[in-house]
């Protein structure tokens, strides 16, 4: 197996994405608490999560866009009051400044430190993490989003994408994420080489399994490095 980059997956591969998103609602919501108390009282974080569901179960067609749909459900916070767009958008920078603030499992950064060094690394997400914002930027050549691209994971297109703007075949190309089906099937389908992160110890459900299993990423570094030794 011949590998000449590296694509990875973000949200729960590189940080575990519940507490942050979780932390980042309750923020928001303090935030509304100070800057307009009737909003937050009749928008508690229970209600708001609900609404948020409701409103990304309605709008299927922006399923790879985060943004719009957290745009949506504020918007929907605001329109009884007769609050704006500028409420939103402010409401929304909140939201998107918490949820930017991430703790990388422990394994990550060494992990990142060791593979940029190996071989190019991109990132491929169906999430609107900010690589800038979280500090991570210095160790990827470029992001691809679901959100700016259009599509989302396990389109094969997003993959196709980052091996084109890579300059490599997608056989070339490992891409390693923790979901089964939109990180390792998607990839697999669309041609890459994969590996399955799989910090939780599951078994594999599928009939064809991924080039690797890790449980975490300095076992694929430490694989990598054996790799490119010829070991």
Request: proline share 5%; with cysteine.
């Amino acid at each position: 197996m011949r590998i000449r980059a590296i694509s990875l997956d973000l949200d729960d591969t590189l940080w575990p994405i519940e507490p942050v998103i979780l932390r980042a609602e309750q923020h928001l919501e303090g935030w509304l608490q100070r800057e307009c108390p009737h909003v937050a009282a009749a928008w508690p974080v229970a209600e708001l999560r609900e609404l948020r569901e409701r409103i990304y179960g309605e709008n299927p067609h922006l399923g790879h866009d985060f943004t719009a749909l957290r745009k949506l459900s504020l918007r929907a916070v605001f329109t009884p009051f007769e609050m704006g767009e500028d409420w939103v958008e402010r409401a929304y920078i909140e939201y998107f400044t918490a949820r930017n603030q991430v703790e990388c499992y422990s394994d990550a950064l060494p992990a990142l430190e060791r593979l940029a060094a190996l071989l190019p690394l991109v990132s491929i997400s169906n999430g609107n993490a900010d690589l800038d914002r979280i500090g991570l930027r210095r160790f990827f050549q470029f992001s691809v989003s679901a959100r700016e691209f259009g599509a989302a994971k396990p389109h094969a297109s997003i993959f196709h994408t980052a091996c084109e703007r890579l300059g490599l075949q997608p056989h070339e190309v490992l891409h390693v994420g923790d979901d089964a089906e939109l990180d390792v099937l998607g990839a697999r389908d669309a041609g890459l080489r994969t590996a399955w992160l799989n910090r939780g110890d599951t078994a594999w459900a599928h009939p064809v399994a991924p080039d690797l299993t890790l449980s975490d990423l300095g076992e694929l570094a430490h694989w990598l490095e054996n790799h490119q030794r010829g070991i």
